[in-house]
Every structure is written in C-alpha cells, then in structure tokens.
C-alpha cells in the first residue's frame, strides 16, 4: 500500500464508464451487450493491477479479433511492407460479390457611481448557485481576467476609476478560473519536465489502446490535447494556483500539479471540484503486424495470404499480451506533484481508492475529480477514482454527474461500414439495425468535500454537452442521440435518433425508468435545457424543431408540443419558468444557410414562448444582416454569452470574418454585441462595442499571436449596473448601455505573454 503522504496527493479519478457487460469477448468478435454500469472499489494494488491487466487484455482480443475476422469474411487490411493498416478496410478482390420590431425598451437609468456594491452580471451557468471556471470574473467593484500567463486585477466600479489594481503572474498556459471568499483558483497547463527533474520522476508514455471509432470525430467537451501555445510540451500537467487576495494584491497560497488534462471545474461556496481526464499510462502495444515482403520473379510485389495475414496478427496478440502481464499498477496510474518551501513532492493515489467498471466496457482512460475547500486552502484534496475516459461533466449543489463513452466492439462498427455484397456486387445488408454507441453515466453525491459514488447506468448513444444531462431529485435526466448501423435514411439523412432518459437509482444501479422513444430521425440534435419538470431539445435538418417534453412522470416522458421554424438553436437561456432566450443561425425553409444571393444568414437572436406547451410559440427575433457571414463563441461556449436579468441585459462577442453586398471589402470586425431583452418588449438592439481603438498592443502590429490571441477579437461582456465592460487582449472599454458609440472610460493592457510561444508567421487579426 502506498503512504498516506501519496493519498493526500492526488486528485481523485472518477471515471464515468462502467458498462457491465460480458467481460470479455471471444475471437467470434460478437459486440458487448450492456447490462449494468456498476463501478467496483479495487481492494489492494494487486486488485488493482490485476483489474487494469484484464481490462486491457479485453479490449487488445476485440480490437485483433476484428481484425481476425474481417479478414476471415473477405475483407482486405490492405497492409504493405513498412506501412501500418486495419483503421481501414476495403472489399477484397476476391471476396464475394426578420427582425422584429420589437417595442422599444429604455434601459433603466444608472445607478449612483459612489454605490460600494453594484449590481452585476455573473458567468453564465447551467445551474444556479452553482458557478463555473471562466476567464473573467467579477467580484464586487472588481473584474478579474486571465490576461495571458497573468492574473489581472482590475478596479472597475465607478467606471471613472476604471486601471489595472494588481495581479500575478500564472505559470503555464492558464485555462480558467475561480474567484471568491477573498480567494482565487487558476487551473492552467504547465510543462512537467522541471517538476519532474525536481522531484526524480522518470515521465511515462501515455497509454493507447489502439481503439478509435470514427462515430465520435467531432463529439464535443473531449478533454483537448495540449500544445502549450505554439510549441509542443512532451509532459503537461495540470497546475492548480490557489490565490490569496487582498485588495489588489494576490499571493500564492498552494501549488498542486496533476498528470491529466483539464476537463472541467464546479464551485459550490467555498467548496471547488475539479474534473481531470487523461494522466494514464501503460505499456507500449504495437497494432501494425508485420507482414511477409513477397515479391514475384519479375519484381511485382504480392500481397500476404489471408493466412499470412492472420498469423501475423495473433503473433502480434501474443507480443501485446505478454507486454500487458508483465505490468504492475505503477506503471498505469498517474502521478501528482506539490510544490512548497522544501521543494517539489510527488505522490500517488492509494490502490484503495480507485473505482473499475466491467471488464472492458470502457474507452480507456482516467477521470479525475479533485475536491477542496477555499476557505482551508493547506488541507490536501479529496479523492475517488476510476478507470475511464469522462467527456461531459453536470453538476448541482449535491450531486456531479460524469458522462463517457461506453467501449463498442470495433466489429460492430466496421461491419455496419462495410457491408456484404451479393454475387452481383450490390450491397446487402451485413446485420439487423444495432446501435452503434452508448454513454455510461456515474452519479457522486458531493454534498461533502469528499466525492461520494452512488450509482451507475448507461443508455444508448451519445451525449453532445453538459447542457444535455441533469439531476433532480435522485433522478437523472439525459438527451442523447442514437447513431444506428446500416445505410442512410431513405431521404439520405444520417440513421440517428435522438432520446431524452430518465434513469433512477437503486439495486440495479442507476436504471433507466423513462424513455421518449426516438425523436426526430434523421435530425441532428443541437441543444438541451431542462427546467423543472420540462425538457426543451432542438434538433435540425431543414427546420429547427423545438420540442417540449413533459417529466412530470419520471416513467412516461413525453412530447407535448413542437415548434418548427427554419434556422437553429445552438444555446438555450432560460429567462424564467416559461420563456427561452436563445442564440442560434438562421437559415431558409430548404435548410441551406444562404439566400439565392450567395449571401450567409446570419445569427438570430429568439425567445420562445412555451407557456402553453402543447403549442410552443415564437415571440420575438433578431437576426443579424445576411451579407455577413458572422460567428459567436456564445453558440459553443455558454460562458461567452452574459444575461443580466437585473437590467434585462444581454451581451456576446461577435466575429464578422468578411463583408459581403453592402459590407463587401469592409474586412473583419470584432465587436460586444448588446441587446436589452424581455419577455414583454421583446429584443432590441441597443449598439455595438469596437475594441478598434486599442488595437496594435500585440508583437507584429495588428496581426498578434499565433493559435488565436489577438488584441482586437472581444472576449467577454460584464455588466456593472447600466455600465457594459467589454475584455479582449488589447484591453477594456467601460460604456453605458445607454450610449454605446463613445466609451466611458477605457484601459489599454500590456501585451500578454503566453508559455513557450512560437510564432512562425503573423496570422490575420480576428
């Protein structure tokens, strides 16, 4: 057993993929069949290693099998001599055959400059109560922005007396943030190799598995890799900064670094959780046998026998397996690092505090969830952990909700690519309609700062963002979409559906009590938000279908009315029980996103009414000028798009790329967009906000930093009463909403300095 000094060490990893399913599979290759998602705490580092070695094993005779057996049925890896293969396979030769005009609404008259604690805006979240890390926060009469590898504190209130108070310096690349109790949190990414040298740890690999299934290229909130801002880092870590802040002044309070990618964060108080995906090692495995050279008496090189081709793969199942069994836990988990006034300390979880879903039910990886409490800053995190790769993270005051995928048999999803053709070479089908994905969901009580298991599911298909999952009650609530194997629709849509389930938790784990059957075939799904005991999804093919689900009976989800209008919904706000603020594009009823001009539509500003939600109603809508082809970080990012519910307020950044008909050769723009928003007089546009003037403070005049730091592109929007404070690199404007063309006050910031920075060319501004 490791010390109770590694314990305190290490975050906790909390993976949300436990399919219990048959454990292994046999060189039939027959898919995985769920059954349960339960998680199992390991008992000792033998329990540990010993459940680590068979879930690899699992997967490694799968992955080969597959190959085994598309071989067997006439399916060529088309393999040559040097090259790897078998991601792709291919028939062997041989094998058989309007803008609404809304009433205008005054914003309300600002308050007393002299007030000591302004009203204002706060980072958008799914959950009231519950805040999210962000790069800008607002705290009193303060703003707080991740400038660059600096912490910047920034006197905001009264707008007169708008300049930089103080800050700090981050190490690495920082991400996001916390700000509260007169503390901070900066989670960033650092390069590892002095922490390492320091503390005589040897750095490992990361582990592969070999496993990829082209169903989740584009799925979103995948932990991303790291690049550290230009220049590639061998061995990141994630480094959690604790501030202690006083005034203007910060000071460093703790330093813990962790193997594992920065997934997500929750604050509840004083109380922080963070989410960590990544950090696992493992043995080297080799997935490109090694074939016979053959070539013929006139020098045309002949492919391997199906034979050969087998009997390579198994040799290379035995040379993987014996790397697998010749593994203790050490070489699999991830390590921890503290610095402090005595130097750099590494650690390690306890064997004991792992969880381990069923053999080879998961995509391998780790989740960790670290807990700690601002308020007592010295005191080690708290930890649990598992085995799996987490993607979507929900959490409520209580509760966190982890979502993965679940481990397909790679046969299953090759054989519905590449079906059977009869004598005549038209294609067949290959097998009956399966589904070809599923998410495991873990549910943790964090009432405490100790994350507590409770309970596991899983459902089919996958989950697109937090926003489609949710907790209420002991009931989880999740919107997925269901991707089905054999060919298009008749209409050539894609063969996906999407569901809204309702799981609850008992002896079974966390079953699924409710199903909505298969909404809108062939539509892809774009947003989710649950409010009380409703559930409002938007999927899109031609229309934007808003669809309002009743759960009022956990047992019997069910459509109660539908919306459909052309364009989509990309985030949905809401701005109280019984009406929705959303951002999205618009586009014609054929569903193309131009006019007959060649033209963009632009993005559209709605609010729905679903009062009555047998019929779901549209009440107001803005949307932008067609001949601008314009993006929003608010329709990926929810934390870009602030609503001020005190002033009806409503703030995102706007990116024009180019000027086309009217605007044609106005170049890029980048502005705050600000409306005033109500239910009652609807949207009005009340300006725009151009960081223009404090352009030219980057390296390379206009142009700024390479991977996306610009000093003109507009980052965030914070309301302070009837005063708007719009943030990019080069700085921040103060204006009043009410006369948006001439800034209050404005603060030009120093260039940013960013980690290991390596620009080879400029690159465009915006």
Same mark, same amino acid.
């Given at each position: 057993m490791q010390s109770k000094t590694a314990l305190a060490l290490l975050v906790a990893v909390a993976s949300?993929?436990?399919?219990?399913?048959?454990?292994?599979?046999?060189?039939?290759?027959?898919?995985?069949?769920?059954?349960?998602?339960?998680?199992?705490?390991?008992?000792?580092?033998?329990?540990?290693?010993?459940?680590?070695?068979?879930?690899?094993?699992?997967?490694?005779?799968?992955?080969?099998?597959?190959?085994?057996?598309?071989?067997?049925?006439? &399916?060529?890896?088309?393999?040559?001599?040097?090259?790897?293969?078998?991601?792709?396979?291919?028939?062997?030769?041989?094998?058989?055959?309007?803008?609404?005009?809304?009433?205008?609404?005054?914003?309300? *008259?600002?308050?007393?400059?002299?007030?000591?604690?302004?009203?204002?805006?706060?980072?958008?979240?799914?959950?009231?109560?519950?805040?999210?890390?962000?790069?800008?926060?607002?705290?009193?009469?303060?703003?707080?922005?991740?400038?660059?590898?600096?912490?910047?504190?920034?006197?905001?209130?009264?707008?007169?007396?708008?300049?930089?108070?103080?800050?700090?310096?981050?190490?690495?690349?920082?991400?996001?943030?916390?700000?509260?109790?007169?503390?901070?949190?900066?989670?960033?990414?650092?390069?590892?190799?002095?922490?390492?040298?320091?503390?005589?740890?040897?750095?490992?690999?990361?582990?592969?598995?070999?496993?990829?299934?082209?169903?989740?290229?584009? #799925?979103?909130?995948?932990?991303?890799?790291?690049?550290?801002?230009?220049?590639? #880092? *061998?061995?990141?870590?994630?480094?959690?900064?604790?501030?202690?802040?006083?005034?203007?002044?910060?000071?460093?309070?703790?330093?813990?670094?962790?193997?594992?990618?920065?997934?997500?964060?929750?604050?509840?108080?004083?109380?922080?959780?963070?989410?960590?995906?990544?950090?696992?090692?493992?043995?080297?495995?080799?997935?490109?046998?090694?074939?016979?050279?053959?070539?013929?008496?006139?020098?045309?090189?002949?492919?391997?026998?199906?034979?050969?081709?087998?009997?390579?793969?198994?040799?290379?199942?035995?040379?993987?397996?014996?790397?697998?069994? *010749?593994?203790? &836990?050490?070489?699999?988990?991830?390590?921890?690092?503290?610095?402090?006034?005595?130097?750099?300390?590494?650690?390690?979880?306890d064997c004991a505090n792992f969880y381990m879903p069923g053999v080879g039910s998961t995509e391998f990886g780790m989740t960790q969830v670290q807990a700690f409490d601002l308020d007592l800053p010295s005191q080690p995190p708290s930890s649990v952990a598992i085995v799996g790769a987490a993607e979507t993270v929900y959490g409520n005051a209580n509760s966190l909700v982890l979502a993965g995928r679940a481990y397909v048999d790679p046969w299953l999803w090759r054989r519905s690519s590449y079906p059977t053709t009869d004598a005549n070479g038209m294609p067949t089908p290959s097998a009956p309609v399966e589904t070809l994905n599923y998410t495991h969901l873990h549910l943790f009580n964090v009432e405490d700062v100790q994350p507590e298991y409770v309970a596991s599911g899983t459902v089919r298909g996958d989950v697109k963002d937090q926003f489609a999952l949710d907790e209420k009650q002991g009931l989880v609530r999740v919107t997925t979409t269901e991707q089905l194997s054999g060919p298009p629709l008749s209409d050539g849509r894609q063969n996906e559906q999407s569901h809204v389930f309702v799981l609850k938790s008992g002896s079974e784990g966390l079953a699924v009590i409710g199903d909505t059957g298969p909404i809108a075939p062939g539509e892809q799904l774009y947003s989710t938000r649950y409010i009380g005991d409703k559930a409002y999804v938007v999927t899109w093919h031609v229309t934007d279908p808003l669809f309002v689900i009743d759960l009022a009976q956990p047992t019997q989800p069910k459509i109660l009315g539908e919306l459909k209008i052309p364009g989509f919904s990309e985030y949905m706000h809401p701005l109280d029980d019984t009406h929705l603020l959303t951002i999205g594009r618009e586009t014609d009823d054929t569903g193309h996103q131009h006019t007959d001009g060649g033209y963009w539509y632009g993005l559209s500003i709605q609010v729905f009414d679903v009062t009555d939600p047998l019929n779901p109603a549209l009440a107001h809508k803005y949307v932008y000028d067609g001949g601008d082809y314009a993006t929003s970080e608010a329709t990926q990012n929810h934390k870009a798009f602030t609503y001020f519910d005190d002033r009806k307020l409503l703030a995102f950044p706007y990116v024009r790329q180019s000027g086309f008909g009217a605007t044609a050769n106005s170049g890029p723009s980048s502005t705050l967009e600000v409306f005033h928003v109500d239910v009652a007089s609807g949207i009005q546009k009340l300006g725009s906000v151009d960081h223009s003037s404090l352009l030219g403070t980057m390296p390379n005049g206009n142009y700024g930093y390479c991977g996306g730091y610009f000093d003109g592109s507009v980052r965030r929007g914070v309301f302070f009463e009837n005063v708007v404070y719009s943030i990019s690199y080069g700085g921040i404007l103060a204006n009043d909403v009410a006369n948006l063309a001439t800034p209050l006050n404005s603060l030009k910031l120093a260039a940013p300095t960013m980690q290991n920075l390596a620009c080879a060319a400029p690159t465009p501004a915006f």
């Open positions: 949300p993929f436990a399919f219990g399913c048959s454990s292994s599979v046999s060189g039939e290759g027959k898919p995985v069949t769920t059954s349960s998602a339960a998680l199992r705490r390991t008992q000792s580092c033998d329990d540990l290693t010993q459940s680590l070695r068979d879930d690899a094993r699992s997967k490694l005779n799968r992955r080969i099998d597959a190959e085994v057996r598309a071989i067997r049925e006439g &399916y060529s890896s088309y393999y040559y001599p040097g090259r790897g293969g078998g991601l792709a396979l291919a028939p062997s030769p041989n094998a058989g055959a309007a803008v609404d005009d809304a009433a205008t609404a005054s914003p309300q *008259a600002p308050s007393d400059p002299s007030t000591s604690t302004p009203a204002h805006s706060e980072t958008e979240t799914q959950v009231k109560g519950v805040d999210e890390a962000d790069i800008v926060k607002a705290d009193g009469t303060k703003l707080y922005v991740l400038h660059g590898q600096k912490f910047v504190i920034v006197d905001a209130w009264p707008a007169a007396n708008l300049a930089v108070a103080g800050g700090i310096d981050i190490e690495g690349t920082p991400n996001e943030m916390f700000v509260a109790n007169g503390r901070a949190v900066v989670f960033s990414t650092v390069d590892g190799a002095p922490l390492y040298a320091a503390a005589g740890v040897t750095p490992r690999t990361a582990y592969s598995d070999g496993y990829t299934t082209p169903l989740y290229a584009g #799925v979103a909130d995948v932990a991303p890799g790291y690049s550290g801002g230009g220049t590639y #880092v *061998a061995n990141p870590l994630t480094k959690v900064t604790v501030l202690t802040l006083d005034d203007g002044n910060a000071s460093v309070a703790r330093e813990l670094y962790f193997e594992g990618d920065y997934l997500s964060s929750r604050r509840v108080a004083s109380k922080v959780r963070l989410i960590l995906e990544g950090g696992t090692h493992g043995p080297t495995l080799e997935y490109s046998p090694t074939l016979p050279n053959k070539v013929s008496s006139t020098g045309q090189y002949q492919p391997p026998t199906q034979d050969e081709q087998i009997a390579a793969w198994e040799a290379l199942r035995s040379k993987n397996l014996a790397a697998i069994d *010749a593994t203790s &836990y050490s070489d699999w988990v991830p390590v921890s690092f503290t610095k402090d006034g005595g130097g750099v300390h590494a650690g390690s979880m």
